[in-house]
């Protein structure tokens, strides 16, 4: 039952990450999609529930963290981008130990192409909110560190 369980988790994985590949190839031009708005975002403030709070503070950070959540599969509570080079996701607890790092890696490639050219930070933070991995690329070399 146990190997019926984390097969499913990492089939789960496995398609995240090639749901994130394929959506970001496709995306044309390698920008997400404006949204329309039609009103004013709302002000943080002390009237503004946590779940009010925007998922980007740019337009294009607020369709790419709104993207990552709904494409996720349940693996990705809450997302936020900030400045166009810093993305911030809560996983959920479906997703075990092993599959933070290569999750990590996976948002970070997505995150590249739609925001190309620049170093880019994924912060990863468990359920409860404390932060678990840290993924830097840096455009240089092409590479990910990880700490």
């Given amino acids: ?19 994130l ?13 404006q949204l ?10 002390r009237d503004v529930a946590y779940s009010q709070l925007e998922r980007g503070n740019s337009p294009s950070g607020q369709s790419f963290g709104n993207w990552v959540v709904q494409n996720s599969q349940g693996l990705v509570q809450d997302a936020y981008v900030r400045d166009n080079n810093k993305l911030g996701v809560v996983i959920s607890r479906q ?7 290569p999750l990590a890696k996976s948002l970070a490639q997505g995150f590249r192409k739609n925001f ?8 990863v933070y468990g359920p409860d909110k ?11 070399s092409n590479q990910i560190q990880y700490t």
Avoid: F, H
């Fill in 1 to 19: 039952m146990i190997w019926v369980q984390q097969g499913r988790k990492i089939l789960t994985t496995v398609v995240l990450v090639l749901v």
């Fill in 130 to 140: 404390k932060l678990i991995l840290t993924a830097k690329y840096d455009v240089q």
């Fill in 36 to 45: 329309d708005r039609t009103s004013t975002p709302p002000a943080i403030g």
């Fill in 95 to 101: 997703v075990r130990p092993n599959e933070v790092k």
């Fill in 116 to 123: 190309p050219n620049q170093d880019l930070t994924v912060l």
């Fill in 21 to 33: 590949m394929i959506t970001t190839a496709c995306s044309g031009g390698g920008n997400v999609a």
